[in-house]
């Protein structure tokens, strides 16, 4: 089992209540039982399927008992982790739920080279050495075509491409986060409307119980 989140992967070493006591992680989406022990969803799970008891005290637990720590998982989320590529050489932590967002712009993150047919992944802050060397780039040119497409580099308005081409990059990365954070709400809000369905479905059960236990009260 291993549900949790890798120790190693955090900044500071976190506290012993945010460890799983099954897999020695991070708690990953906590879930507490009656008992007040918690544990990872996955790993607490997989326990009960074999067995129905904490795995701490040993008291009987059923599936429907756990319940979701959800101020726990935003304490979590909030602690600081180091960047995937910190082997590399990236000197960046961030929250844990912003890490995915920081690969969007880490200059370590291995990226493919832009010329077609390359097959190299680069770092990103390499690109542009890996670019000029590339074999796979525009073959040289003689000399006097050089020169022809060095004067009619000259003559349209090079600059203005330029600066659409950095606006053009800077509102690409913005829809990234963008997406990114409209993927993780939706991701919330899908668990959120399974969990009020599975309550709806309990309270259709109990109201149907009682409908059936009036029906039979006035003939006992």
């Given at each position: 089992?291993?549900?949790?989140?890798?120790?190693?992967?955090?900044?500071?070493?976190?506290?012993?209540?945010?460890?799983?006591?099954v897999?020695?992680?991070?708690?990953?989406?906590?879930?507490?039982?009656?008992?007040?022990?918690?544990?990872?969803r996955?790993c607490?799970?997989?326990?009960?399927v074999?067995?129905?008891?904490?795995p701490?005290?040993?008291?009987?637990?059923?599936?429907?008992?756990?319940?979701?720590?959800?101020?726990?998982?935003?304490?979590?989320?909030?602690?600081?982790?180091?960047?995937?590529?910190?082997?590399?050489?990236?000197p960046v932590?961030v929250?844990?739920?912003?890490?995915?967002?920081?690969?969007?712009?880490?200059?370590?993150?291995?990226?493919?080279?832009?010329?077609?047919?390359?097959?190299?992944?680069?770092?990103?802050?390499?690109?542009?050495?890996?670019?000029?060397?590339?074999?796979?780039?525009?073959?040289?040119?003689?000399?006097?075509?050089?020169?022809?497409?060095?004067?009619?580099?000259?003559?349209?308005?090079?600059?203005?491409?330029?600066?659409?081409?950095?606006?053009?990059?800077?509102?690409?990365?913005?829809?990234?986060?963008?997406?990114?954070?409209?993927?993780?709400?939706?991701?919330?809000?899908?668990?959120?409307?399974?969990?009020?369905?599975?309550?709806?479905?309990?309270?259709?059960?109990?109201?149907?119980?009682?409908?059936?236990?009036?029906?039979?009260?006035?003939?006992?």
């Amino acid at each position: 089992m291993s549900g949790g989140y890798d120790v190693s992967l955090f900044a500071a070493p976190p506290d012993a209540h945010l460890l799983c006591s099954v897999c020695y992680g991070v708690l990953r989406q906590p879930v507490g039982l009656p008992c007040r022990h918690t544990f990872c969803r996955k790993c607490i799970v997989q326990w009960l399927v074999r067995q129905r008891t904490c795995p701490c005290c040993r008291r009987e637990v059923r599936m429907k008992q756990l319940v979701l720590r959800h101020t726990l998982r935003r304490q979590i989320n909030r602690l600081k982790v180091k960047c995937k590529n910190v082997e590399e050489g990236c000197p960046v932590t961030v929250p844990l739920h912003h890490r995915r967002i920081h690969l969007l712009s880490c200059q370590y993150e291995p990226a493919p080279c832009p010329h077609r047919g390359c097959p190299a992944w680069v770092a990103r802050k390499d690109l542009s050495d890996h670019g000029e060397r590339c074999p796979h780039g525009r073959r040289p040119r003689a000399r006097g075509a050089q020169l022809s497409a060095a004067r009619a580099h000259h003559d349209r308005p090079g600059r203005r491409q330029e600066e659409w081409r950095r606006r053009w990059r800077r509102r690409r990365a913005s829809c990234q986060l963008l997406l990114a954070g409209l993927d993780r709400s939706l991701r919330h809000l899908r668990r959120a409307t399974r969990r009020l369905q599975a309550q709806l479905a309990w309270l259709g059960g109990r109201l149907e119980g009682r409908r059936v236990d009036d029906r039979r009260g006035p003939s006992a």
